[in-house]
T-cell receptor
């Protein structure tokens, strides 16, 4: 059983479309992170959210941490082919130990 | 500044053998974590080391072990390899003062035949 459930598992969209990826859990996290991983590489940190209800924006990406710190979402506006990759959420329960979701594989078609 | 370096990048072993993977963290980073990534289970935490001490351990059998040296470099060892150990093994380093930020290496792809 995964501590963090991500949905959808796979997403294929046309360039210019918007999308949202969800990360849900029944556990409360001290912080939650989003990563993007490309083939043959390790995950690269996109953002860390710490406070319940927190919203962070990174260009066309908007990240939100749920009020209860159990869930998070990633919204991409006007997706581009360069956004293609595996998106991973990771929750920290404490003590620098992170639990990862199973990931959302995004393909943006030109 | 060099990133996290993992060696080797690819490894092929047979069942029953043992394997040692190496991770050199970013200079100045003293925390090193190891993860196993498979298509079915995703990224799963193995263990974390700080100042040569294991601070956290995930839910993996005792065949998986690790250590950290005084220069913060880390190794992980898997003994009596099983087919299910085939995976991408990732190492991440972080600064004590910014423990929420992990920097990952490119990983070691282990195939067990």
């Amino acid at each position: 059983t995964q501590l963090l459930e991500q949905s959808p598992q796979f997403l294929s969209i046309q360039e210019g479309e918007n999308l949202t990826v969800y990360c849900n859990s029944s556990s409360v996290f001290s912080s939650l992170q989003w990563y993007r991983q490309e083939p043959g590489e390790g995950p690269v940190l996109l953002v860390t959210v710490v406070t319940g209800g927190e919203v962070k924006k990174l260009k066309r990406l908007t990240f939100q941490f749920g009020d209860a710190r159990k869930d998070s979402s990633l919204h991409i506006t006007a997706a581009q082919p360069g956004d293609t990759g595996l998106y991973l959420c990771a929750g920290e329960l404490g003590g620098n130990q992170f639990y990862f979701g199973t990931g959302t594989s995004l393909t943006v078609i030109p | 500044k060099a990133g996290v370096t993992q060696t080797p990048r690819y490894l092929i072993k047979t069942r029953g053998q043992q394997v040692t993977l190496s991770c050199s963290p970013i200079s100045g980073h003293r925390s090193v974590s190891w993860y196993q990534q498979t298509p079915g289970q995703g990224l799963q935490f193995l263990f974390e080391y700080f100042s040569e001490t294991q601070r956290n351990k995930g839910n993996f059998p005792g065949r998986f072990s690790g250590r950290q040296f005084s220069n913060s470099r880390s190794e992980m060892n898997v003994s009596t390899l099983e087919l299910g150990d085939s995976a991408l093994y990732l190492c991440a380093s972080s600064l004590l003062t910014a423990k929420n930020i992990q920097y990952f290496g490119a990983g070691t792809r282990l195939s067990v035949l």
